[in-house]
């Protein structure tokens, strides 16, 4: 029998969306912009690493990642960051970051806080395996708005202190998904100063970090790092879906703690599938190359460009500091993408299927997410349509 639990869990966005758009014809050449799924060229010589290496999948891969893997994301994370961390102790390869995002409630979320149910502190619009991670330890999820009025960011200071005392672990994404939010030094500051106060865990989803505008976005070990935070405070998560065009590698990592990393290796030794090897050896490579990060950045950063011409004149329009997604403000979410798909053939995604109401209120209800993915010229195209029939 299905645990009950989980019989209040959210329908995940896509099969929504289809039963919203598909019993109707597009009303032009169709344009995919729902899916964040990266369309950059990835480094050519991936599937070569990969060939040369082939007999690596005649073996077991180690349960936490290669060691030239371990070294070469304690690395990156030296450079990129500045913070130095133990491949050994400190640095677990992951079969992408929703195995690692949903493993880290399973791991270290206790079964009480303070003799009740433990709180886990979701943003909201969120990442739907947050809730699905938090439910699935006995945790109540705890829907935080992160809206235009909080910047985009979740603001868990303002939550009443009986909840912060029940709290077992906080999650945030920056840059956030679907806002392209950063989470400036000062944000993570108090966040961390937060969590030291009351005792929970950061999670820490940066996946989108190498993908930005302007400044290279912050991260929440660096902060904590700088601020003589207890080492297992933060577990941060990153991948090369977004860093490097590469989803299908399935290639991510969680950092932090000795202890917290511990829990989670002995998790995944029963409950995880890690990385073939060959597929351990390219990415090995693909974390230690940053020539194709810069190109893949300034790709996005013409899109950046692209997106402001065309909705410059758009009232409340406010591109993304980061990622790779609009959240455009529309009357209503559900409307406007069936408009778009009637009317144009533009498929885009309702802001509130990716959010949860609280309180009768759903704060993506009055947004559109839009992925930037495609090539630039298609991209272009595809927004050009969606502002002449949304915003006309």
């Known amino acids: 029998m299905f645990p009950e639990r989980f019989s209040n869990l959210p329908e995940y966005a896509f099969p929504r969306l289809r039963a919203l758009l598909d019993h109707h014809q597009p009303g032009g050449e169709v344009v995919h912009m729902t899916i964040g799924e990266p369309k950059h060229a990835f480094p050519a010589w991936v599937t070569q690493v990969i060939s040369e290496n082939a007999a690596g999948f005649g073996k077991y891969p180690p349960n936490e990642g290669s060691e030239g893997l371990r070294t070469a994301i304690a690395d990156w994370v030296q450079m990129r960051f500045g913070v130095p961390l133990d ?36 943003p909201n619009p969120f990442y739907q395996v947050y809730m699905v991670g938090a439910i699935s330890v006995g945790a109540r999820p705890v829907m935080v708005p992160a809206t235009r009025a909080t910047g985009y960011l979740p603001d868990y200071s303002g939550l009443p202190t009986d ?31 937060l969590a030291e106060q009351f005792d929970f865990k950061i999670f820490s989803d940066e996946c989108y970090s190498e993908i930005y505008r302007n400044d290279p976005p912050a991260g929440a070990l660096d902060v904590a790092r700088e601020m003589g935070a207890d080492p297992e405070r933060v577990v ?57 990060v810069i190109e893949n950045r300034r790709l996005y950063q013409e899109k950046y460009a692209a997106a402001d011409a065309v909705f410059g004149s758009v009232q409340a329009y406010q591109g993304p500091e980061a ?24 498929r885009v995604l309702p802001g509130a299927y990716l959010a949860r109401e609280v309180n009768g209120q759903n704060p993506g209800q009055g947004y559109i997410r839009v992925a930037m993915v495609a090539p630039k010229e298609e991209m272009q195209q595809g927004l050009i349509r969606l502002r002449d029939c949304i915003y006309a």
Request: net charge neutral; hydrophobic share 40%; with cysteine.
């Open 87 to 122: 491949p050994d102790r400190q640095v677990m390869a992951l079969n992408g970051t929703r195995e690692g995002l949903y493993n880290a409630c399973m791991a270290l979320v206790p079964e009480t806080v303070c003799g009740e149910q433990p709180l886990v502190l979701i």
């Open 163 to 193: 909840l912060l005392n029940r709290t077992a672990a906080a999650y945030v994404c920056s840059p956030s998904n679907p806002q392209g939010a950063v989470a400036s030094r000062d944000y993570l500051r108090d966040l961390i100063g």
């Open 236 to 292: 941060v998560f990153h991948s090369l879906s977004k860093r490097s065009n590469l989803p299908g590698l399935r290639s991510g990592f969680v950092a932090g703690g000795p202890d917290s990393i511990a829990r989670i290796k002995q998790l995944r030794t029963y409950a995880g599938a890690p990385l073939p090897l060959p597929l351990q050896v390219a990415a090995e490579k693909v974390w230690r190359d940053e020539d194709h």
């Open 323 to 346: 990622g790779f997604f609009l959240w455009l403000p529309v009357e209503d979410g559900e409307t406007a993408a069936l408009k778009s798909w009637k009317d144009t053939g533009v």
